[in-house]
């Protein structure tokens, strides 16, 4: 492979870097969960549980990405208009912290 191939294919490794990124993550956190839910004798939730909360939560971060690559794209971080930016951002953060 060399680094033109590499460079037409930015968006699809930008989506396997977020799909792989989240699938340890979410793993992660599913284990934590059964851990904490393990801790007594009997486990008070069955050992998929976990993973179908956790692996459902990245399936929609993934689906909200081409979203927030055109909000980066349309508002891309610059060292002008430094407090317009804040507000868009913060907007932005706001709007994917309620979906």
Do not use: C
């Amino acid at each position: 492979m060399n680094w033109q191939q590499v460079d037409n294919s930015k968006i699809l490794l930008s989506y396997l870097a977020a799909g792989l990124y989240l699938f340890i993550n979410n793993t992660i956190n599913a284990l934590s969960v059964w851990s904490e839910h393990t801790r007594d004798a009997k486990p008070s939730i069955a050992l998929w549980e976990p993973f179908v909360w956790e692996y459902t939560s990245a399936l929609g971060a993934l689906l909200l990405l081409p979203l927030l690559f055109m909000f980066f794209k349309r508002f891309a971080l610059r060292f002008e208009k430094i407090n317009q930016q804040l507000v868009v951002h913060l907007f932005g953060s706001l709007l994917f912290a309620k979906w």
